[in-house]
């Protein structure tokens, strides 16, 4: 019988909190496919190597799927857990597909990000929508604070952006990089007259990012420089992964990478749910 795993890939964090956030995905995901063994990478470097200095072991992709390859596993669905299918994503393909080609891996499937087409943006848009702060009140507005990035990928938030709008006019987003800054977000707050903001990160996990630059004190945060512009800010400590309704597209996209592998066995054949072709 072959021998398959599952590899979670996430950009990573260095913050304990953040760990229990993912250890919280991989019980999920042992959940929904009992008896598959389950490993984890870090697609950041620098995460890494700041791991490493902390006595702390975590894989590169590369690594990982090394690793699952001596362990004499022959076939390995790899699940995304990146917001959109910008560079990480990229490079993401890039590694599962030289382990495939030169490795010792037979097949590979890879679960999408988690808005990687117009039903995913959907999708996201009513869990979004469904899990904002009960205590809001309909003239306050929410401002999801996502990682941006000036690859073409960038462009699914403005999809997102619009879809959010058409059910929640004071729904808004925007990116710490790419175009979608912060300023602009700020003139069409003060155009909708609101007083306070609820700042919602749109990353998988409470990391740095979220901590530093959405919610922390430095004058250059996003909770600051909100507060600079005359608005009450409310951040609320909690990544999309904590979105059940969000961390389900993610389990779906594995879903569908796990059946592509076990239809590939069981016929024979071999492909990936997202093209691994440079």
């Known amino acids: 019988m072959t021998r398959s795993a599952i590899l979670l890939a996430a950009f990573g964090s260095s913050e304990p909190q953040a760990h229990r956030i993912l250890a919280r995905f991989e019980a999920k995901v042992r959940e929904a496919f009992p008896g598959r063994t389950v490993r984890w990478a870090f697609t950041s470097g620098r995460i890494r190597e700041r791991l490493a200095g902390e006595g702390k072991k975590t894989d590169s992709v590369s690594k990982a799927l090394a690793r699952v390859g001596f362990e004499r596993f022959e076939t ?20 599962v597909r030289d382990a495939e080609e030169n490795g010792p891996i037979a097949r590979t499937t890879l679960g999408a ?68 800054s912060l300023e602009p977000l700020l003139d069409a707050l003060r155009r909708d007259t609101v007083n306070t903001v609820w700042l919602i990160p749109l990353l998988a996990v409470v990391g740095a990012h979220v901590q530093r630059d959405m919610a922390g004190d430095g004058p250059n945060s996003w909770k600051s420089r909100i507060e600079a512009a005359g608005f009450a800010c409310k951040p609320v400590m909690r990544g999309a992964v904590e979105n059940e309704d969000l961390s389900d597209i993610w389990i779906s996209h594995l879903t569908t990478a796990v059946s592509e592998l076990d239809s590939d066995q069981a016929s024979g054949g071999q492909g990936n749910t997202v093209p691994l072709d440079p």
């Open 76 to 95: 390995v669905a790899v699940q995304s857990l990146h917001v959109i299918p910008g560079k990480e994503f990229e490079d993401l393909k890039r590694a």
């Open 113 to 180: 990000p988690l808005l990687a087409g117009p039903d995913d943006v959907e999708a996201a848009a009513a869990a979004i929508l469904r899990n904002l702060p009960p205590e809001r009140s309909p003239h306050e507005a929410v401002l999801l604070m996502g990682h941006g990035t000036w690859h073409q990928g960038d462009a699914v938030y403005d999809s997102l952006a619009a879809r959010l709008a058409e059910q929640d006019p004071l729904v808004k987003l925007g990116t710490l990089e790419g175009i979608d």
